[in-house]
């Protein structure tokens, strides 16, 4: 399986606190990671680990800390032909501080670091080239809808657009989005399966195949036209959900891609966030993870 990823790169700092001091005051950090990180960069090298050929499409600053991502992006087996390294610009740096199982970022993310409809264009013979193409919303909408005009195979969305939503899903065989995203792509309000469900449903008449949407703290949905699936969510202590979705894509993406049916991917992908939401950080390691796993508790 070859997989294209266009999407984010940037430096990732992880701090565990006790709590989070307000006005005035302060506290000490109890863990810190320092890492890759960037949701495209997540999703790149879960698909790496689960045996796909990973290619990502994003973008770097023309500084020390861009060029540690793309060599640690080449060490964890990425491709990196298409990662552009941007000049003059300082690349994109989020802070991730934990207390109590819940995160708070503080985003630096410079405009040149996002992925441009030139960007892909540069980039058209790796993603005609993939047996999917992941497309990660948070790029701008018409870098997105480049990109899943050159994918010649599966397309799968990841989160929710922020312009040009109905060509996207058009042209979408997969969307994948978490309770907030599935709520701004539907105008409803996800407050558990059935609701999901239903949002499950509109999506699909507007172009997808399979949609997938987070019911938050209870499971994953599942709809395409022959049925639908709810899958609970594993009941792995949640130390932070950082870089839970992007290892749910990642999975979702490799299940697919080689065949499996909706619901088996689905459950796959529900088993590969509940791995990455047991430490903190984005950084996941999803190598051997069972291809027939299911919910356990």
Known sequence: ????????????????????????????????????????????????????????????????????????????????????????????????VVCAGEYRYLEDVPGPTLVTADDVRAASATLAGADAVIVQLQQPADAALAAVRAATGLVVLDGAPGGRAAELLAAADVVRADHREAEALTGRSITGAEAALRAGRELLARGPSVVALEVSGEANVLTWSGGS?????????????????????????????????????GRLATAAAGRAVGHPGGRTDLAGLPSGARHVG
Not at 250 to 255: H, I
């Open 1 to 96: 399986m070859r997989i294209a990823v266009v999407g984010q790169i940037a430096r990732d700092l992880v701090l565990v606190v006790p709590e989070v001091p307000g006005s005035g005051g302060r506290a000490g950090v109890l863990e810190r990671r320092e890492m890759l990180g960037g949701k495209g960069a997540n999703i790149a090298r879960g698909t790496r680990q689960l045996g796909a050929t990973a290619a990502l499409v994003g973008v770097v600053g023309d500084d020390r800390e861009g060029r540690l991502l793309v060599e640690r992006l080449g060490a964890d087996g990425v491709a990196t032909t298409a990662v552009v390294c941007r000049e003059g610009v300082r690349t994109a740096l989020i802070v991730d």
């Open 229 to 265: 699936a709810v899958i609970p969510l594993t009941d792995e202590e949640v130390v932070d959900t950082t870089g839970g979705g992007d290892a749910f894509v990642a999975a979702l993406t490799v299940a697919l891609s080689r065949g499996d049916d909706p619901e088996d991917a």
